[in-house]
């Protein structure tokens, strides 16, 4: 599999946040080729502000593992990471992430902030952005934009 697979398997994650009325955002880790985590947004449904798919995953994956050091895995997320999510990232020292569309109101990795990168950090994390970002960016559009018609 490839990176377009993988991030087709986080939008069909990011599409479950969307029927649960959360905002789609769907995640993926995968380690050694084998998928060990999996999440989407549930901030709503939680009452959790921490509920955000890369956070549901990374912890599925530290669980999955047995420990929380998620060292050579791959985040496969559909949105550019928030900072939140980003300190999660370094923490569990994931070795690369790649994203979807970006997120020009508070993305972590490359529209608002580079933590991921910053100099200070040296985690050599490799990023690449833009993976299927238009079905990506799409179905962000189409939940706003129901959103603005139910009002």
């Not at 990795?109 to 238009?134: C, D, K, Q």
Request: charged share 20%; with cysteine; hydrophobic share 40%.
């Amino acid at each position: 599999m490839n990176d377009s697979d993988y991030m087709e398997i986080a939008l069909a994650e990011a599409r479950k946040s969307a029927e649960a009325g959360e905002i789609p955002v769907g995640a993926v880790i995968v380690l050694g080729g084998d998928i060990i985590a999996v999440g989407h947004n549930m901030t709503v449904s939680w009452c959790d502000a921490t509920a955000h798919a890369e956070m549901i995953a990374i912890k599925e994956a530290g669980r999955s593992k047995h420990d929380w050091h998620l060292n050579g895995a791959t985040l496969y997320v559909t949105m550019e990471p928030c900072p939140m999510c980003c300190g999660a990232i370094l923490n569990s020292h994931i070795k690369r992430v790649v994203f979807g569309c970006h997120d020009s109101e508070i993305g972590g990795v490359e529209s608002v902030f580079n933590i991921l990168t910053h100099p200070y950090l040296n985690r050599g994390i490799e990023v690449l952005g833009g993976v299927l970002a238009g079905p990506c960016s799409q179905l962000l559009k189409d939940f706003f934009d129901q959103k603005v018609r139910r009002k």
